[in-house]
Protein backbone atom coordinates (compact mmCIF):
# COMPACT_ATOMS: atom_id res chain seq x y z
CA UNK A 1 0.00 0.00 0.00
CA UNK A 2 1.57 3.34 -0.85
CA UNK A 3 0.72 6.64 1.34
CA UNK A 4 -2.09 8.25 0.66
CA UNK A 5 -3.92 5.31 -0.39
CA UNK A 6 -6.36 2.69 1.52
CA UNK A 7 -6.10 5.52 4.29
CA UNK A 8 -8.79 5.06 6.96
CA UNK A 9 -9.75 8.19 9.50
CA UNK A 10 -11.24 7.07 12.84
CA UNK A 11 -11.84 8.69 16.01
CA UNK A 12 -10.91 6.78 19.04
CA UNK A 13 -14.51 5.82 20.80
CA UNK A 14 -13.10 3.86 23.73
CA UNK A 15 -9.68 3.26 25.91
CA UNK A 16 -9.83 0.85 28.32
CA UNK A 17 -7.39 -0.06 30.56
CA UNK A 18 -7.19 -4.23 30.43
CA UNK A 19 -4.14 -4.88 32.36
CA UNK A 20 -1.59 -2.18 33.85
CA UNK A 21 0.39 -2.96 30.88
CA UNK A 22 -2.45 -3.26 28.03
CA UNK A 23 -4.74 -1.13 26.95
CA UNK A 24 -7.55 -1.24 24.47
CA UNK A 25 -8.51 1.04 22.11
CA UNK A 26 -11.82 0.88 19.58
CA UNK A 27 -12.24 3.31 16.91
CA UNK A 28 -14.94 4.54 14.67
CA UNK A 29 -15.62 5.93 11.60
CA UNK A 30 -14.82 9.35 11.23
CA UNK A 31 -17.72 10.10 9.08
CA UNK A 32 -20.07 7.81 11.09
CA UNK A 33 -20.48 4.91 8.29
CA UNK A 34 -19.55 1.81 8.09
CA UNK A 35 -15.82 0.08 8.51
CA UNK A 36 -14.52 -2.18 5.76
CA UNK A 37 -15.33 -5.88 6.82
CA UNK A 38 -12.37 -7.78 8.12
CA UNK A 39 -11.89 -11.21 8.74
CA UNK A 40 -10.27 -12.65 11.83
CA UNK A 41 -6.05 -12.80 11.72
CA UNK A 42 -6.36 -8.92 10.19
CA UNK A 43 -4.18 -6.07 10.61
CA UNK A 44 -4.18 -2.30 10.50
CA UNK A 45 -1.19 0.23 10.49
CA UNK A 46 -2.17 2.90 12.93
CA UNK A 47 -0.40 6.27 12.34
CA UNK A 48 1.16 8.23 15.13
CA UNK A 49 1.96 11.66 14.59
CA UNK A 50 4.69 11.66 17.58
CA UNK A 51 6.25 15.26 17.44
CA UNK A 52 9.00 15.51 14.37
CA UNK A 53 8.41 11.74 13.47
CA UNK A 54 5.40 9.62 12.36
CA UNK A 55 5.38 6.44 13.40
CA UNK A 56 3.18 3.66 11.92
CA UNK A 57 3.05 0.38 13.77
CA UNK A 58 0.90 -2.55 12.77
CA UNK A 59 -1.90 -3.94 15.07
CA UNK A 60 -4.33 -6.79 14.77
CA UNK A 61 -7.67 -6.17 14.57
CA UNK A 62 -9.58 -7.52 17.88
CA UNK A 63 -13.21 -6.83 17.66
CA UNK A 64 -15.63 -8.93 15.85
CA UNK A 65 -15.51 -8.99 12.42
CA UNK A 66 -19.27 -8.75 11.76
CA UNK A 67 -19.77 -5.43 13.69
CA UNK A 68 -18.59 -2.91 10.75
CA UNK A 69 -19.57 -0.68 13.59
CA UNK A 70 -16.16 -0.52 15.33
CA UNK A 71 -12.44 -2.08 15.51
CA UNK A 72 -10.73 -2.68 18.50
CA UNK A 73 -7.21 -3.01 18.87
CA UNK A 74 -4.82 -4.01 21.93
CA UNK A 75 -1.46 -2.47 22.77
CA UNK A 76 1.13 -3.97 25.01
CA UNK A 77 3.12 -1.21 26.56
CA UNK A 78 6.84 -2.24 25.77
CA UNK A 79 9.18 0.11 27.61
CA UNK A 80 11.92 -1.46 25.53
CA UNK A 81 10.57 -0.22 22.35
CA UNK A 82 10.95 2.29 20.21
CA UNK A 83 8.30 4.48 21.39
CA UNK A 84 5.23 3.00 19.10
CA UNK A 85 3.48 1.47 22.38
CA UNK A 86 3.97 3.96 24.83
CA UNK A 87 2.74 6.61 22.47
CA UNK A 88 -0.69 4.78 22.18
CA UNK A 89 -0.79 4.21 25.95
CA UNK A 90 0.18 7.73 27.30
CA UNK A 91 -0.94 10.32 24.12
CA UNK A 92 -4.24 8.50 22.57
CA UNK A 93 -7.41 9.60 24.15
CA UNK A 94 -11.36 9.49 23.67
CA UNK A 95 -12.52 11.62 20.97
CA UNK A 96 -8.54 11.81 19.35
CA UNK A 97 -8.82 11.62 15.51
CA UNK A 98 -5.72 8.98 14.36
CA UNK A 99 -5.30 7.50 10.65
CA UNK A 100 -4.90 4.05 9.93
CA UNK A 101 -4.58 1.62 7.12
CA UNK A 102 -7.58 -0.34 5.18
CA UNK A 103 -7.57 -4.16 7.24
CA UNK A 104 -4.76 -6.37 5.31
CA UNK A 105 -5.19 -10.25 6.36
CA UNK A 106 -1.84 -11.99 6.77
CA UNK A 107 -2.89 -14.87 9.07
CA UNK A 108 -6.60 -15.73 7.91
CA UNK A 109 -7.73 -18.81 9.02
CA UNK A 110 -7.70 -21.88 6.52
CA UNK A 111 -11.52 -22.70 5.25
CA UNK A 112 -10.60 -26.30 4.35
CA UNK A 113 -9.71 -27.09 7.80
CA UNK A 114 -11.74 -29.57 9.96
CA UNK A 115 -10.45 -28.12 12.96
CA UNK A 116 -8.62 -24.54 14.19
CA UNK A 117 -6.13 -25.45 16.62
CA UNK A 118 -5.16 -22.28 18.35
CA UNK A 119 -2.36 -21.60 20.57
CA UNK A 120 -1.50 -18.42 21.70
CA UNK A 121 1.04 -16.77 24.65
CA UNK A 122 0.59 -13.27 26.13
CA UNK A 123 -0.79 -10.39 23.80
CA UNK A 124 -0.63 -13.03 20.96
CA UNK A 125 -4.43 -13.69 21.61
CA UNK A 126 -5.20 -10.41 19.86
CA UNK A 127 -6.08 -12.26 16.39
CA UNK A 128 -7.55 -15.00 17.74
CA UNK A 129 -10.41 -13.16 18.91
CA UNK A 130 -11.79 -12.28 15.97
CA UNK A 131 -10.67 -15.49 14.65
CA UNK A 132 -12.74 -17.41 17.84
CA UNK A 133 -15.84 -14.94 16.89
CA UNK A 134 -15.82 -15.96 13.50
CA UNK A 135 -15.11 -19.64 13.82
CA UNK A 136 -18.20 -19.74 16.48
CA UNK A 137 -20.09 -18.27 13.96
CA UNK A 138 -19.50 -20.39 11.47
CA UNK A 139 -20.17 -23.52 13.37
CA UNK A 140 -16.00 -24.52 13.10
CA UNK A 141 -14.63 -26.68 15.10
CA UNK A 142 -11.75 -25.18 17.53
CA UNK A 143 -9.99 -25.30 20.58
CA UNK A 144 -7.64 -22.59 22.01
CA UNK A 145 -4.69 -23.30 24.09
CA UNK A 146 -3.58 -20.06 26.44
CA UNK A 147 -0.61 -19.16 28.07
CA UNK A 148 -0.59 -16.07 30.71
CA UNK A 149 1.62 -15.10 33.23
CA UNK A 150 -1.26 -14.58 36.12
CA UNK A 151 -5.23 -14.78 34.88
CA UNK A 152 -5.56 -11.08 35.51
CA UNK A 153 -2.66 -10.50 33.61
CA UNK A 154 -4.62 -12.77 30.75
CA UNK A 155 -6.47 -9.74 28.65
CA UNK A 156 -9.72 -11.38 27.40
CA UNK A 157 -8.88 -15.06 29.23
CA UNK A 158 -11.95 -14.67 31.61
CA UNK A 159 -14.14 -13.43 29.10
CA UNK A 160 -13.35 -16.08 26.24
CA UNK A 161 -13.90 -19.03 28.77
CA UNK A 162 -17.05 -17.61 30.02
CA UNK A 163 -18.31 -17.90 26.41
CA UNK A 164 -16.70 -20.48 24.85
CA UNK A 165 -16.06 -22.79 27.74
CA UNK A 166 -14.20 -25.96 27.50
CA UNK A 167 -13.53 -25.02 23.77
CA UNK A 168 -10.57 -22.71 25.34
CA UNK A 169 -7.58 -23.53 28.12
CA UNK A 170 -5.97 -20.77 30.18
CA UNK A 171 -2.79 -21.51 31.37
CA UNK A 172 -1.19 -19.16 34.39
CA UNK A 173 2.70 -19.51 33.63
CA UNK A 174 3.03 -17.89 36.81
CA UNK A 175 1.98 -20.85 38.97
CA UNK A 176 3.98 -23.18 36.47
CA UNK A 177 0.75 -23.96 34.52
CA UNK A 178 1.88 -24.37 30.34
CA UNK A 179 0.30 -25.95 27.65
CA UNK A 180 1.46 -29.53 27.35
CA UNK A 181 2.39 -29.00 23.55
CA UNK A 182 3.52 -32.85 23.14
CA UNK A 183 -0.20 -33.85 24.15
CA UNK A 184 -1.77 -30.90 22.04
CA UNK A 185 0.10 -32.35 18.98
CA UNK A 186 -0.71 -35.67 19.09
CA UNK A 187 -4.27 -35.91 19.74
CA UNK A 188 -5.76 -34.08 17.17
CA UNK A 189 -7.92 -35.11 13.91
CA UNK A 190 -6.60 -35.18 10.25
CA UNK A 191 -7.24 -32.19 8.79
CA UNK A 192 -6.39 -29.83 11.59
CA UNK A 193 -4.82 -26.27 10.93
CA UNK A 194 -2.39 -24.92 13.71
CA UNK A 195 -2.36 -21.05 14.41
CA UNK A 196 0.44 -19.63 16.73
CA UNK A 197 1.22 -16.01 18.19
CA UNK A 198 2.95 -15.11 20.76
CA UNK A 199 6.23 -14.60 21.88
CA UNK A 200 9.28 -15.30 19.56
CA UNK A 201 10.44 -18.65 21.41
CA UNK A 202 6.80 -19.59 21.96
CA UNK A 203 6.05 -19.74 18.13
CA UNK A 204 9.62 -21.21 17.32
CA UNK A 205 8.64 -24.16 19.39
CA UNK A 206 5.30 -24.57 18.17
CA UNK A 207 6.41 -24.93 14.60
CA UNK A 208 9.57 -26.95 15.55
CA UNK A 209 7.94 -29.39 17.33
CA UNK A 210 5.10 -29.66 14.81
CA UNK A 211 7.21 -30.37 11.93
CA UNK A 212 8.98 -33.28 14.04
CA UNK A 213 5.63 -34.66 14.87
CA UNK A 214 4.84 -34.68 10.98
CA UNK A 215 2.36 -31.82 10.47
CA UNK A 216 2.78 -30.56 7.23
CA UNK A 217 3.71 -27.07 6.61
CA UNK A 218 0.35 -25.87 4.80
CA UNK A 219 -1.63 -27.00 8.04
CA UNK A 220 0.87 -24.60 10.31
CA UNK A 221 0.12 -20.86 10.09
CA UNK A 222 1.48 -18.21 12.48
CA UNK A 223 2.32 -14.66 12.85
CA UNK A 224 4.73 -12.35 14.61
CA UNK A 225 5.29 -9.11 13.59
CA UNK A 226 9.10 -8.03 14.50
CA UNK A 227 9.79 -4.17 15.26
CA UNK A 228 12.39 -3.15 13.66
CA UNK A 229 15.82 -2.85 15.71
CA UNK A 230 17.94 -0.12 16.28
CA UNK A 231 21.22 0.39 14.96
CA UNK A 232 23.92 2.45 13.70
CA UNK A 233 22.54 5.11 11.58
CA UNK A 234 23.71 4.75 8.13
CA UNK A 235 23.22 6.35 4.75
CA UNK A 236 21.41 4.96 1.55
CA UNK A 237 21.53 6.08 -1.91
CA UNK A 238 18.06 6.43 -3.37
CA UNK A 239 18.58 5.24 -7.21
CA UNK A 240 15.21 6.29 -8.88
CA UNK A 241 14.84 9.17 -6.59
CA UNK A 242 18.44 10.53 -6.89
CA UNK A 243 18.57 11.20 -3.36
CA UNK A 244 20.26 9.93 -0.22
CA UNK A 245 18.55 9.11 2.74
CA UNK A 246 19.95 9.42 6.25
CA UNK A 247 18.58 6.43 8.64
CA UNK A 248 18.77 7.27 12.28
CA UNK A 249 19.94 4.95 14.25
CA UNK A 250 15.84 4.48 15.87
CA UNK A 251 14.36 4.67 12.54
CA UNK A 252 13.96 1.91 9.90
CA UNK A 253 14.84 2.53 6.44
CA UNK A 254 11.46 2.29 5.31
CA UNK A 255 10.51 4.90 7.50
CA UNK A 256 13.22 6.89 6.30
CA UNK A 257 12.31 7.01 2.68
CA UNK A 258 8.93 8.00 3.91
CA UNK A 259 10.59 11.13 5.59
CA UNK A 260 12.29 11.70 2.22
CA UNK A 261 8.84 12.29 0.84
CA UNK A 262 9.21 9.07 -1.28
CA UNK A 263 6.79 6.73 -1.55
CA UNK A 264 7.42 2.91 -1.10
CA UNK A 265 5.22 -0.03 -0.29
CA UNK A 266 4.59 -2.02 2.52
CA UNK A 267 2.27 -3.97 4.30
CA UNK A 268 2.86 -5.39 7.22
CA UNK A 269 6.19 -3.05 8.29
CA UNK A 270 7.44 -6.45 10.14
CA UNK A 271 9.24 -8.03 7.86
CA UNK A 272 6.47 -10.93 7.12
CA UNK A 273 4.50 -9.87 3.67
CA UNK A 274 7.56 -9.41 1.41
CA UNK A 275 5.44 -5.84 0.40
CA UNK A 276 8.83 -3.94 0.49
CA UNK A 277 10.93 -5.82 -1.09
CA UNK A 278 13.21 -4.01 -2.93
CA UNK A 279 16.53 -4.64 -5.14
CA UNK A 280 19.69 -3.60 -3.93
CA UNK A 281 21.72 -1.39 -6.88
CA UNK A 282 25.01 -1.95 -5.14
CA UNK A 283 26.01 -2.74 -1.95
CA UNK A 284 29.66 -2.16 -0.37
CA UNK A 285 28.90 -3.05 2.95
CA UNK A 286 26.35 -5.73 4.82
CA UNK A 287 23.57 -5.99 4.60
CA UNK A 288 21.59 -7.01 8.26
CA UNK A 289 18.49 -8.84 7.27
CA UNK A 290 16.02 -9.09 9.81
CA UNK A 291 12.97 -10.15 8.33
CA UNK A 292 11.74 -13.52 7.90
CA UNK A 293 10.26 -13.12 4.44
CA UNK A 294 13.46 -13.85 2.27
CA UNK A 295 14.96 -17.05 2.17
CA UNK A 296 18.28 -17.78 3.82
CA UNK A 297 19.89 -18.14 -0.24
CA UNK A 298 18.09 -14.61 -1.04
CA UNK A 299 19.63 -12.96 1.96
CA UNK A 300 23.18 -14.60 1.72
CA UNK A 301 22.59 -12.73 -2.49
CA UNK A 302 22.93 -9.56 -1.09
CA UNK A 303 20.21 -8.38 -3.84
CA UNK A 304 17.43 -7.63 -1.80
CA UNK A 305 16.57 -5.83 1.22
CA UNK A 306 13.19 -5.78 3.05
CA UNK A 307 13.44 -1.88 4.08
CA UNK A 308 11.05 -2.49 6.97
CA UNK A 309 13.13 -3.66 9.62
CA UNK A 310 16.39 -4.71 7.66
CA UNK A 311 19.48 -2.48 7.82
CA UNK A 312 22.93 -1.85 6.46
CA UNK A 313 26.47 -1.32 7.92
CA UNK A 314 29.49 -0.49 5.72
CA UNK A 315 30.53 2.12 3.35
CA UNK A 316 27.86 2.53 0.29
CA UNK A 317 24.25 1.18 -0.29
CA UNK A 318 22.43 1.90 -3.48
CA UNK A 319 18.57 0.52 -3.54
CA UNK A 320 16.21 0.87 -6.29
CA UNK A 321 13.42 3.48 -4.53
CA UNK B 1 -4.15 -28.95 -27.58
CA UNK B 2 -6.23 -31.55 -26.18
CA UNK B 3 -3.33 -33.45 -24.69
CA UNK B 4 -0.23 -30.89 -24.26
CA UNK B 5 -0.07 -28.63 -21.19
CA UNK B 6 -2.82 -29.85 -18.95
CA UNK B 7 -1.83 -28.44 -15.71
CA UNK B 8 -3.87 -30.93 -13.49
CA UNK B 9 -1.66 -33.76 -14.24
CA UNK B 10 -0.68 -34.45 -11.60
CA UNK B 11 3.32 -34.58 -10.30
CA UNK B 12 5.16 -37.61 -8.59
CA UNK B 13 8.08 -37.41 -6.20
CA UNK B 14 10.54 -39.69 -5.10
CA UNK B 15 9.57 -41.38 -1.02
CA UNK B 16 11.19 -40.23 1.64
CA UNK B 17 11.08 -40.58 5.17
CA UNK B 18 9.37 -37.79 6.68
CA UNK B 19 8.84 -37.03 10.30
CA UNK B 20 5.65 -38.09 12.35
CA UNK B 21 3.76 -39.95 14.44
CA UNK B 22 2.86 -43.16 12.48
CA UNK B 23 3.49 -43.86 8.89
CA UNK B 24 0.80 -45.64 5.95
CA UNK B 25 2.74 -46.75 3.47
CA UNK B 26 1.36 -48.10 0.26
CA UNK B 27 3.20 -50.50 -2.55
CA UNK B 28 1.77 -51.76 -5.47
CA UNK B 29 4.10 -54.47 -7.79
CA UNK B 30 7.44 -52.36 -8.46
CA UNK B 31 6.64 -49.61 -6.23
CA UNK B 32 8.10 -52.21 -3.44
CA UNK B 33 11.65 -51.30 -4.90
CA UNK B 34 10.93 -47.74 -3.79
CA UNK B 35 10.19 -48.44 -0.47
CA UNK B 36 13.25 -50.68 0.29
CA UNK B 37 15.27 -47.84 -1.33
CA UNK B 38 13.33 -45.25 1.20
CA UNK B 39 13.88 -47.85 3.71
CA UNK B 40 17.89 -47.00 3.48
CA UNK B 41 17.22 -43.57 4.45
CA UNK B 42 14.63 -44.36 7.48
CA UNK B 43 16.01 -43.39 10.66
CA UNK B 44 15.48 -46.16 13.36
CA UNK B 45 12.06 -47.22 14.65
CA UNK B 46 10.25 -45.85 11.27
CA UNK B 47 9.15 -48.99 10.77
CA UNK B 48 8.26 -49.69 14.24
CA UNK B 49 5.55 -46.95 13.83
CA UNK B 50 4.55 -48.15 10.06
CA UNK B 51 2.14 -49.85 8.38
CA UNK B 52 2.55 -51.65 5.19
CA UNK B 53 0.43 -52.17 2.32
CA UNK B 54 1.18 -54.20 -0.53
CA UNK B 55 -0.62 -54.92 -3.71
CA UNK B 56 1.44 -57.47 -5.50
CA UNK B 57 1.06 -57.38 -9.26
CA UNK B 58 -0.04 -60.57 -11.52
CA UNK B 59 3.31 -62.19 -12.02
CA UNK B 60 5.54 -60.17 -9.44
CA UNK B 61 8.16 -62.03 -8.04
CA UNK B 62 7.16 -63.41 -4.62
CA UNK B 63 10.39 -61.93 -3.33
CA UNK B 64 8.93 -58.67 -3.41
CA UNK B 65 6.46 -59.63 -0.79
CA UNK B 66 9.57 -60.99 1.22
CA UNK B 67 11.89 -57.99 0.95
CA UNK B 68 8.96 -55.66 2.28
CA UNK B 69 8.32 -58.14 4.70
CA UNK B 70 11.48 -58.16 6.25
CA UNK B 71 10.95 -54.36 7.22
CA UNK B 72 10.01 -55.06 10.30
CA UNK B 73 6.69 -52.91 9.94
CA UNK B 74 4.21 -52.88 12.76
CA UNK B 75 1.75 -54.41 10.46
CA UNK B 76 2.32 -56.09 6.88
CA UNK B 77 -0.55 -56.31 4.87
CA UNK B 78 -0.69 -57.84 1.61
CA UNK B 79 -3.76 -57.48 -0.94
CA UNK B 80 -5.56 -57.84 -3.96
CA UNK B 81 -6.29 -54.84 -6.12
CA UNK B 82 -5.28 -51.43 -5.86
CA UNK B 83 -9.55 -50.71 -4.71
CA UNK B 84 -8.56 -53.16 -1.60
CA UNK B 85 -6.00 -51.36 -0.63
CA UNK B 86 -7.38 -47.64 -1.13
CA UNK B 87 -10.61 -49.42 1.26
CA UNK B 88 -7.46 -50.10 3.81
CA UNK B 89 -5.78 -46.97 3.69
CA UNK B 90 -9.66 -45.44 4.29
CA UNK B 91 -10.06 -47.71 7.34
CA UNK B 92 -6.86 -46.83 9.16
CA UNK B 93 -6.75 -43.50 8.63
CA UNK B 94 -10.21 -43.12 10.15
CA UNK B 95 -9.29 -42.40 13.55
CA UNK B 96 -5.67 -41.33 12.70
CA UNK B 97 -4.45 -38.05 14.25
CA UNK B 98 -2.43 -35.38 12.66
CA UNK B 99 0.81 -36.24 12.45
CA UNK B 100 0.04 -39.80 10.06
CA UNK B 101 2.14 -39.58 6.54
CA UNK B 102 0.77 -41.50 3.69
CA UNK B 103 3.25 -42.92 1.36
CA UNK B 104 2.16 -44.22 -2.27
CA UNK B 105 4.28 -45.89 -5.03
CA UNK B 106 2.72 -47.88 -8.16
CA UNK B 107 1.18 -47.22 -10.66
CA UNK B 108 -1.21 -44.38 -11.73
CA UNK B 109 -4.07 -45.60 -11.11
CA UNK B 110 -3.30 -47.00 -7.54
CA UNK B 111 -2.09 -43.80 -7.05
CA UNK B 112 -4.83 -41.74 -7.49
CA UNK B 113 -7.11 -44.08 -5.76
CA UNK B 114 -4.92 -43.61 -2.52
CA UNK B 115 -4.64 -40.15 -2.51
CA UNK B 116 -8.55 -40.15 -2.97
CA UNK B 117 -8.69 -42.27 -0.13
CA UNK B 118 -6.51 -39.78 2.28
CA UNK B 119 -8.17 -36.47 0.62
CA UNK B 120 -11.44 -37.76 2.15
CA UNK B 121 -10.04 -38.39 5.45
CA UNK B 122 -8.60 -34.84 5.36
CA UNK B 123 -5.29 -34.81 4.75
CA UNK B 124 -4.13 -32.66 1.86
CA UNK B 125 -3.21 -33.96 -1.68
CA UNK B 126 -0.19 -31.94 -1.44
CA UNK B 127 1.24 -33.73 1.86
CA UNK B 128 0.60 -37.13 0.58
CA UNK B 129 3.91 -38.45 -0.63
CA UNK B 130 3.70 -40.33 -3.85
CA UNK B 131 6.45 -41.98 -6.52
CA UNK B 132 5.65 -43.29 -9.86
CA UNK B 133 6.75 -46.92 -10.16
CA UNK B 134 5.50 -49.88 -13.12
CA UNK B 135 3.67 -49.37 -15.46
CA UNK B 136 2.04 -45.92 -16.88
CA UNK B 137 -1.20 -47.25 -17.25
CA UNK B 138 -3.90 -44.73 -16.78
CA UNK B 139 -7.64 -45.16 -15.22
CA UNK B 140 -9.45 -43.31 -17.75
CA UNK B 141 -13.07 -41.97 -17.02
CA UNK B 142 -15.00 -41.48 -20.15
CA UNK B 143 -16.75 -38.27 -20.15
CA UNK B 144 -19.34 -39.54 -22.27
CA UNK B 145 -20.74 -42.59 -20.23
CA UNK B 146 -18.99 -41.88 -17.07
CA UNK B 147 -17.79 -45.05 -16.27
CA UNK B 148 -14.29 -46.11 -15.60
CA UNK B 149 -11.91 -48.08 -17.48
CA UNK B 150 -8.71 -49.36 -15.80
CA UNK B 151 -5.44 -50.20 -17.01
CA UNK B 152 -5.33 -47.95 -19.96
CA UNK B 153 -2.41 -48.50 -22.29
CA UNK B 154 -3.19 -47.13 -25.43
CA UNK B 155 -4.03 -44.22 -26.93
CA UNK B 156 -6.92 -43.86 -28.34
CA UNK B 157 -8.95 -46.70 -25.88
CA UNK B 158 -12.38 -48.28 -26.61
CA UNK B 159 -14.42 -47.31 -23.33
CA UNK B 160 -15.46 -50.60 -21.53
CA UNK B 161 -18.53 -49.32 -20.94
CA UNK B 162 -20.21 -47.53 -23.68
CA UNK B 163 -18.08 -48.69 -26.79
CA UNK B 164 -16.73 -45.15 -27.65
CA UNK B 165 -13.05 -44.80 -28.52
CA UNK B 166 -11.69 -41.74 -26.36
CA UNK B 167 -8.86 -39.58 -26.53
CA UNK B 168 -7.16 -39.91 -23.27
CA UNK B 169 -6.14 -36.52 -22.08
CA UNK B 170 -3.77 -35.05 -19.62
CA UNK B 171 -6.98 -33.68 -17.64
CA UNK B 172 -6.60 -35.22 -14.13
CA UNK B 173 -9.29 -35.36 -11.73
CA UNK B 174 -8.39 -36.26 -8.66
CA UNK B 175 -11.52 -36.80 -7.14
CA UNK B 176 -12.56 -39.47 -8.94
CA UNK B 177 -8.45 -40.43 -9.46
CA UNK B 178 -8.62 -40.93 -13.30
CA UNK B 179 -7.93 -38.69 -16.47
CA UNK B 180 -10.78 -38.02 -18.53
CA UNK B 181 -11.06 -39.32 -21.89
CA UNK B 182 -13.28 -38.30 -24.62
CA UNK B 183 -14.87 -39.43 -27.67
CA UNK B 184 -12.58 -38.87 -30.28
CA UNK B 185 -14.35 -39.44 -33.62
CA UNK B 186 -17.73 -38.56 -32.61
CA UNK B 187 -18.46 -36.65 -35.99
CA UNK B 188 -17.51 -39.95 -38.20
CA UNK B 189 -17.50 -43.12 -35.90
CA UNK B 190 -14.68 -45.32 -36.71
CA UNK B 191 -12.30 -42.73 -38.32
CA UNK B 192 -10.19 -43.00 -35.29
CA UNK B 193 -6.53 -43.35 -35.59
CA UNK B 194 -5.34 -46.46 -34.41
CA UNK B 195 -5.10 -47.37 -30.99
CA UNK B 196 -0.94 -47.29 -30.17
CA UNK B 197 0.79 -48.20 -26.54
CA UNK B 198 1.23 -44.65 -25.16
CA UNK B 199 1.05 -45.74 -21.29
CA UNK B 200 3.33 -48.63 -20.86
S1 LIG C 1 6.32 -4.39 4.81
FE1 LIG C 1 5.95 -6.49 5.07
S2 LIG C 1 7.94 -7.31 4.89
FE2 LIG C 1 8.31 -5.20 4.87
Known sequence: ?321 | MLVEGIKSRPVYGVLAPQPGLSHIIVAEGEGAEAVLRMAEAAPAGFFAKSHLIFVPRGGDRPDRADGLRALGAADFQSVGSPADAAAAVATLLRDAKMGTQVYVTGTEGLIGLVVQAAETAGIDHASIHTEHRGSMARRVQCVHCKGITENVTTQPVKCSHCGLTLLVRDHYSRRIGAFQGVCIDAEEPGTAPRPEELFK
Not at chain 1, 219 to 242: D, I, T
Open chain 1, 1 to 321: MNRGEGKLSVVVDRVDTITPMIKRFSFRARDGGELPRFSGGAHVIVEMPDGEILRRNPYSLMSDPADPSRYAISVRRDEAGRGGSRFMHEKVREGMELTISMPVNMFPSDRRARKHLLLAGGIGITPFVPHILELAAAGAAFELHYNVRTREQGAYAEDLARRFGDRVHVYETDLGEGFDLDAILSDQPLGTHLYVCGPKGMITDVIGRASEFGWPGQNVHYEEFLAPQPGKPYQVELARSGITVEVASHQSLLEAIEAAGVDAPYLCRGGACGQCETAVVSCDGQILHNDHYLTDEEKASGEKIMVCVSRFEGRRLVIDR
